[in-house]
């Protein structure tokens, strides 16, 4: 599924653009997606909490095929649009609903290791998509890559016949958890946080491609040093969920929130290649920490019949601050220039991270108390 997100994302901005669209048109394509997120997390977690969560990946796998296929017949700009939309709202449902299996059936012991394996596997996947699309489209054009990122999701269903629910798990929080728990289990603070930090770095990256262009840096390059988040992600997620289960979540995504406020500083000083390259490592490392700890953390204070649901919420408040992060940014560059812009991000991203020490810091006074 992820290799399905990964190849639309390259196919779909070039046929907008072979399609004479606007500059205009083609960036609403990051508010688009921050708006499946936004509603697709949080919808499809909680159906899954109320029915068999295999039987629902088998759904929206399906309805993925049905959507993209939409794009074989090559429609106008604006059908491209509400198909895009609507592959991300299924995805992010998709994404959410395999993380509650996985989390719902795992210990507290293996959580953060179990679920690393599920955001690895989707970061491969996202790069495997843009590796192999880009070769296709420049020997068989549009229609028969959009052909190939339809099919993707029917080779996903196969493996999914026979897959639990995941809610057999035998440790369970309790029946009585209700939404009043949010903000006194810290979920609340965490779901702050990530609004603001999917805001920065929404905000930091939807223009990056023009700002690494106004310093010369060159297609070929972009291409190489952008690779390098997705790469970083592969093997941290990994790290990052072995390290969850040995040390704790709340260490492990706070420190991810701190690389987050301080990466779109790397991209604001860090002007040649090179620079590019250390601050997508950041960009990588953060993104690995933080959601592989938050994801965790909010297994654990949550219970199997609930998970899908505040797991939604998690991806839920990531779309609210993409959804507004880019438009912020456009706002901020014709006044302060990119710097300016990459700074006050960096600011957002900061106050993400500050709510977290907050919490932390009352709950261990709590403890000893």
């Known amino acids: 599924m992820s290799m399905a997100l990964g190849a639309?994302?390259?196919?779909?901005?070039?046929?907008?653009?072979?399609?004479?669209?606007?500059?205009?048109?083609?960036?609403?394509?990051?508010?688009?997606?921050?708006?499946?997120?936004?509603?697709?997390?949080?919808?499809?977690?909680?159906?899954?909490?109320?029915?068999?969560?295999?039987?629902?990946?088998?759904?929206?796998?399906?309805?993925l095929t049905l959507v993209a296929g939409v794009l074989v017949a090559l429609p106008p700009s604006f059908v491209?649009?509400?198909?895009?939309?609507?592959?991300?709202?299924?995805?992010?449902?998709?994404?959410?609903?395999?993380?509650?299996?996985?989390?719902?059936?795992?210990?507290?012991?293996?959580?953060?290791?179990?679920?690393?394996?599920?955001y690895s596997?989707?970061?491969?996947?996202?790069?495997?998509?843009?590796?192999?699309?880009?070769?296709?489209?420049?020997?068989?054009?549009?229609?028969?890559?959009?052909?190939f990122i339809a099919a993707l999701p029917l080779i996903g269903v196969l493996a999914l016949r026979r897959l639990s629910d995941g809610s057999h798990?035998?440790?369970?929080?309790?029946?009585?958890?209700?939404?009043?728990?949010?903000?006194?289990?810290?979920?609340?603070?965490?779901?702050?946080?990530a609004g603001l930090r999917q805001m920065a770095v929404f905000g930091t990256i939807s223009l990056l491609y023009v700002y690494m262009a106004s310093i010369g840096i060159t297609p070929g390059l972009m291409g190489v040093v952008s690779s390098l988040n997705t790469f970083m992600?592969?093997?941290?997620?990994?790290?990052?969920?072995?390290?969850a289960d040995r040390i704790g979540r709340p260490r492990i995504f706070i420190f991810g929130f701190a690389v987050s406020a301080v990466t779109p500083c790397l991209f604001a000083v860090l002007t040649s290649g090179y620079g590019m390259a250390i601050s997508y490592l950041a960009h990588g490392l953060s993104f690995s920490a933080l959601h592989v700890g938050s994801t965790a953390f909010i297994g654990d204070r949550t219970p199997p019949h609930r998970q899908g649901q505040m797991l939604g919420l998690f991806e839920t408040s990531r779309g609210l601050g993409g959804l507004f992060g880019p438009i912020i940014a456009g706002a901020l560059v014709p006044t302060v220039g990119f710097s300016g812009m990459f700074f006050a991000m960096a600011s957002v991203g900061a106050v993400g991270f500050v709510v977290l020490v907050w919490w932390r810091v009352r709950e261990h006074r709590r403890q000893m108390s």
Do not use: C, P
């Open 8 to 63: 639309t994302s390259l196919v779909l901005q070039l046929f907008l653009v072979s399609r004479g669209a606007s500059t205009l048109l083609i960036g609403s394509l990051s508010s688009l997606n921050a708006a499946g997120i936004l509603v697709g997390g949080l919808v499809w977690g909680t159906i899954s909490d109320r029915m068999h969560r295999g039987r629902l990946l088998v759904f929206l796998a399906l309805a």
């Open 80 to 118: 491209a649009l509400g198909s895009s939309f609507l592959q991300r709202l299924l995805l992010a449902g998709f994404t959410t609903v395999a993380v509650a299996i996985v989390s719902g059936a795992s210990t507290v012991r293996r959580r953060g290791k179990n679920v690393s394996y599920i």
């Open 121 to 147: 596997a989707s970061a491969a996947g996202r790069a495997l998509g843009l590796i192999s699309i880009g070769f296709l489209l420049e020997q068989l054009g549009f229609r028969f890559s959009f052909a």
């Open 169 to 193: 798990s035998r440790e369970h929080v309790g029946h009585t958890w209700s939404w009043r728990q949010i903000w006194a289990d810290g979920l609340g603070a965490l779901y702050l946080a």
């Open 233 to 243: 992600q592969i093997f941290a997620l990994v790290a990052f969920g072995w390290l």
